[in-house]
């Protein structure tokens, strides 16, 4: 995958902008990791650099990327959308909790479905259900969208659903962006994405009755959900620019930031 590193402003992604205006104050920091939480270091990334005039780097590279890039010493702070594994731990990272965020189950607004469980969501990902006709939809076959291995995203989905290595993806993306659009052409599509992420081109399903809202998010009934993490070294100190991101990013101060990128903070 060729790496771009993008500069985060006005919630969006516009290269070198916050390094080229912020005042000479050393090294900047650098992150890279999921592209599920572009939204909320956007938000924070813009934030920490009006406020202390440090240059901020992000590269949408997925989670997997992310974590390898701290392992190797190529990133201050990884970004992962899912927890670290216990094989991860063991090379030494340590992962602090930033937020939670639903994993939206997205179709095509041309299709009827509104609402599926969990359950029924495993069978249509492991090919037990195949057509939308045998759940009360259209007589099409069913699209599995889902996204690369290493994604954040797909390791929450599958692990919620208890999918892992069973999945008969159609295709398997590189970002929730690539998702949405893919399930957005696609009458007979279905996918999963980060819910800060969906618009009107697709239709978010509820499941098991549960629409995936900040506040079913906060309290658990919205049970396809996964954590946003921070990844450093353990007993590995960060540059001074770097644990300065890392203390405003987990501070409380960051709550109403972090709600309104669409997550719900860890300190909530």
């Keep these: 995958m060729k790496k771009i590193i993008t500069t985060l402003a006005a919630g969006t992604l516009l290269p070198l902008a916050l390094a080229a205006c912020a ?10 990791g999921s592209t599920s939480m572009e939204k909320l270091i956007g938000s924070l990334g813009e934030s ?17 990327s992310g974590i390898q890039a ?17 094989e991860e731990k063991a090379l030494g990272l340590k992962e602090t909790l930033l937020a939670r965020e639903a994993i939206a189950v997205v179709v095509n607004p041309n299709n009827p479905i509104t ?3 969990v359950e029924q969501i495993a069978d249509i990902y492991t090919g ?3 057509n939308w006709s045998e759940i009360g939809g259209n007589n099409e076959e069913i699209v599995l969208i889902g996204r690369e291995a290493g ?11 208890q999918t892992e290595d069973q999945n008969k993806y159609r295709q398997e ?23 800060a992420s969906v618009n009107d081109s697709v239709h978010a399903l509820s499941v098991d009755g549960v629409q995936p809202t900040e506040e079913n998010t906060q309290n658990g009934t919205y049970v396809i ?43 909530s």
């Design 173 to 195: 993306l590189t970002s929730t962006g690539d998702v949405i659009t893919a399930v957005s052409q696609n009458p007979a599509a279905i996918g999963y994405a980060a819910e």
């Design 225 to 267: 959900q996964r954590p946003f993490v921070l990844v450093t070294k353990e007993g590995s100190a960060l540059s001074e620019n770097a644990q300065k991101f890392f203390d405003f990013a987990t501070s409380e101060n960051t709550y109403e930031l972090i709600l309104s990128s669409g997550a719900v903070p860890a300190h």
């Design 23 to 32: 005042p000479n104050q050393g090294s900047g920091v650098s992150t890279e």
């Design 128 to 130: 037990n259900i195949t």
């Design 70 to 86: 701290v392992k190797d010493g190529r990133t201050d702070i990884g970004l992962s959308s899912r927890s670290l594994k216990d």
């Design 48 to 64: 920490f650099t009006n406020e202390t005039g440090i240059a901020f780097t992000y590269n949408p590279t997925g989670s997997g």
């Design 151 to 161: 994604s954040g995203t797909r390791d929450g989905f599958e692990s919620i659903t």
């Design 115 to 117: 609402d599926l469980s």
